[in-house]
């Protein structure tokens, strides 16, 4: 047997990944999304796939050729013929494609582009969003279109014409709502819309009619049974607050457009409304729309006639990530964390205990349930990325392998649990990996990593860290993280128990679950370095702060000064719940509670790594500390990446995910190896 390699920060660019499965209402064919960077355009390709389940033995085929990334495919009530999305023609649009094959042929052709293809019931509809600024809103309401260009240069000047337009409208940029940037970008004067049209049958032209009105955003798409109405969400306060209070509303599916109604009270925010196949019921999630966000997210039921929801999932005390209905309307499907692993259950629609349809050491992404109640879903495992499984009854089988060469040829380091006592008596649940090729009697330099948040849990599964544990791992180091008090997975206690206090309380039960692993005799103390993003960037720079273990840290994405970060981010509601405070009325505690308080503290060389474009956390707080610790003389270097946002590290342009791996094992080398 040849000798395997080490695993590469280079490695990123052979991974291959599985997106969004759709199993086909009869049982016989699962669409979904593969994934896969490509190095030389420094760009994600996605494409349709199909796999065949009607024969002994499934085969896996690619479906969609298109140049530009084909997402989103969703399968018409007979399973003859899939939508999908994709911007073969600039714009994203929604195509469709028999499933007997042929060519793709677009349904949609609106100027901003279209998303969300949404079936109606009986198949003769589709809904989907699209957005819009008031003045396209009023020519489309007029009726009147556009004559079509005479002639190609004619065609060139009006788009020419359109993109000065668009750039004049932010010179000066009129900033009049909040949020007004998000991801990395400013938000426009458009507004994202809900529209329905008939399917053509015979290839005719088909207009869209457009549902919702106003500077509202309207994403989510339910049709009813009898296709008389959609189901959406919208703020009770959307002027004012378009991201929270957020209810159930209905939209009459009408040939003059009407105005929607509220069918859900304040008091919890709802999202993600399905309509029960019989039409009876409304399902949707909810969690409680005051106090911490950490608050759990349970899947809830009212009936369609109208009534007061009733969550279904409380007993199970974990937060509902996604859910569908089966076919019969009996039952609901939903995937939930649980302590490091996320799994697959099932509940009836009047209640009950929740039954665990699919377990095991592992994270499902996504899933699917066919008219069988067979189960579509991907996942992940600490030994292996993503890939597509089925399962039916007691039976389960893996249907993709597309990692598989990589995988065979590369060393690929073991993850361990380990459970302790914070020191308040709480447990902890933890993970380790010790070095490829470890040897006994030796000391190691080891990685704690962290997870931000800070309410979400981590796993051994992972898949966006797979790759940087292991390639810590074959560069030597041992590895350890863990999910603090505050994560999600341990129930609404154990996640909201950090409100008023993100650092203290958590900085221990990560150092206590440090200094377990010490005791393990493997790791050299003296070669320790300390890394996290996002509220986990938060959470290295007030640990280093407080305490000087760590040879080297390396800080990725953070907020550092609750104040300013508050005036900056595109959620200030977070402050408002996690503290219970605007900043501007307790500094003293706005202060104290921000890791730039304790920055003459730091003596950690410190890595400061920031996206120009993340609107999340933006980069002002990183400027603030890495000139507060430069002013200070000490060791500090800010590594800022162009064009980038909050998510960089995991969906960023692949050269700056590779480029960030490589500089991170660099600056943790420099300082650990010896």
């Known amino acids: 047997m040849p000798k395997k390699k080490l695993i590469a920060a280079e490695d990123l660019y052979e991974l291959q990944f599985v997106e969004d499965p759709q199993l086909s209402p009869d049982g016989k064919h699962i669409a979904f999304v593969k994934m896969s960077l490509d190095k030389l355009t420094n760009k994600y390709k996605r494409s349709i796939w199909l796999t065949d389940l009607s024969t002994a033995t499934p085969t896996t085929r690619q479906f969609t050729f298109g140049s530009k990334p084909d997402t989103s495919p969703r399968w018409s009530p007979d399973g003859k013929t899939l939508a999908f999305v994709s911007a073969r023609n600039d714009k994203p649009q929604i195509f469709l494609i028999a499933l007997d094959g042929g060519e793709a042929r677009a349904l949609t052709s609106m100027p901003n582009g279209a998303t969300n293809p949404v079936w109606s019931s009986d198949g003769k509809r589709l809904a989907f969003n699209s957005r819009l600024n008031a003045e396209e809103r009023k020519r489309e309401d007029s009726g009147k279109d556009d004559a079509p260009p005479s002639n190609e240069l004619e065609a060139k000047h009006r788009t020419e014409i359109k993109e000065d337009e668009e750039k004049k409208k932010t010179d000066p940029r009129i900033i009049t709502k909040l949020p007004y940037r998000t991801g990395t970008e400013y938000l426009d004067d458009r507004y994202t819309h809900i529209y329905v049209m008939d399917v053509p049958q015979n290839g005719e032209k088909v207009k869209p009619s457009r549902l919702t009105d106003g500077d509202y955003n309207f994403g989510e798409i339910a049709w009813t049974k009898k296709g008389d109405a959609i189901i959406s969400t919208q703020s009770h306060d959307p002027d004012y607050s378009p991201w929270e209070h957020t209810a159930l509303i209905r939209l009459p599916v009408a040939a003059k457009r009407k105005p929607y109604h509220y069918i859900t009270a304040r008091g919890h925010d709802y999202f993600n409304p399905k309509v029960s196949p019989n039409g009876k019921w409304i399902a949707s999630l909810r969690v409680i729309d005051q106090g911490s966000f950490g608050h759990t997210a349970h899947l809830a039921v009212m009936p369609s006639t109208g009534a007061e929801a009733v969550d279904l999932t409380l007993s199970l005390d974990r937060s509902v990530e996604a859910y569908q209905w089966s076919a019969d309307s009996k039952w609901l499907y939903f995937q939930a964390g649980d302590q490091g692993d996320t799994g697959i259950y099932r509940i009836g629609v009047n209640g009950g205990v929740p039954e665990k349809i699919v377990s095991g050491h592992r994270v499902v992404l996504s899933f699917s349930v066919d008219d069988d109640r067979s189960l579509a879903f991907v996942a992940c495992t600490p030994e292996r990325p993503v890939d597509l499984y089925l399962s039916k009854g007691k039976s389960e089988k893996r249907l993709t392998d597309f990692n598989k060469i990589l995988l065979a040829e590369r060393e690929v380091a073991k993850t361990v649990e380990v459970r302790y006592k914070a020191r308040d008596g709480r447990e902890i649940q933890g993970w380790y990996l010790k070095p490829i090729h470890f040897k006994k009697n030796r000391k190691y330099p080891m990685v704690v990593s962290m997870h931000g948040g800070p309410h979400v849990m981590w796993s051994p599964s992972t898949p966006s860290m797979w790759i940087e544990w292991q390639l810590h791992a074959a560069r030597g180091y041992a590895v350890f993280y863990c999910n603090p008090r505050g994560a999600d997975g341990y129930g609404d206690e154990f996640s ?179």
């Open 496 to 674: 909201t128990t950090i409100q008023n206090g993100w650092g203290e309380e958590p900085m221990h039960d990560i150092l206590t679950g440090a200094d377990r692993i010490v005791e393990m005799g493997f790791v050299d103390t003296k070669r320790m370095a300390l890394t996290g993003g996002s509220y986990a960037g938060y959470m290295s720079a007030w640990i280093v702060g407080h305490d000087h273990r760590f040879a080297c840290a390396w800080a990725q994405r953070g907020l550092y000064s609750l104040m300013s970060w508050y005036g900056t981010t595109d959620i200030p509601q977070l402050v408002e719940r996690e503290f219970e405070l605007m900043p501007f009325d307790d500094m003293k505690k706005a202060w104290r509670h921000s890791p730039l308080a304790y920055v003459r503290e730091i003596k950690t060389p410190l890595a400061i790594e920031h996206q120009d474009q993340d609107y999340r956390c933006p980069v002002s707080d990183a400027e603030q500390l890495y000139t507060s610790l430069k002013r200070l003389r000490k060791t500090v270097v800010f590594y800022r990446y162009p064009r980038e946002g909050h998510e960089m590290s995991r969906s960023g342009e692949p050269h700056h995910r590779v480029d960030r791996l490589n500089r991170m094992m660099a600056w943790f080398d420099k300082y650990c190896k010896k």
